[in-house]
Nanobody, 116 residues
């Protein structure tokens, strides 16, 4: 059974940093592309960053380019999102995502709050 478990969220001041983790279970992690999405209150869920199965290619939303870094460790079946220079606009629930044979899978989400 596919399971994605996010961790690492919390309260951080503007300009601060956080690292999110997504631990994957129940599938061959190294074979699948992965992504981070986020959903702010009252807004639709949006793609933050994606990474290919081998980690060699990444893409980012314009709003986080130069501040966030997505990477993965296939030996640990874990994906990460390093978030730097956080802004209040980054406040959201962050979700881990993968697509396996046209089925979309999500974690439970981890809340990131950027506030002074």
């Amino acid at each position: 059974q596919v399971q994605l478990v996010e961790s690492g969220g919390g309260l951080v001041q503007p300009g601060g940093s956080l690292r999110l983790s997504c631990a994957a279970y129940g599938f061959t992690f190294r074979r699948y592309h992965m992504a981070w999405y986020r959903q702010a209150p009252g807004r639709e869920r949006e793609l933050v960053a994606g990474i290919t199965s081998g980690g060699g290619m990444t893409n980012y939303a314009e709003s986080v380019k130069g501040r966030f870094i997505i990477f993965r460790d296939n030996t640990k079946s874990t994906m990460y999102l390093q978030m730097n220079s956080l802004q209040s606009e980054d406040t959201a629930v962050y979700y881990c995502n993968t697509i396996i044979r046209d089925a979309w899978y999500w974690g439970q989400g981890t809340l990131v709050t950027v506030s002074s």
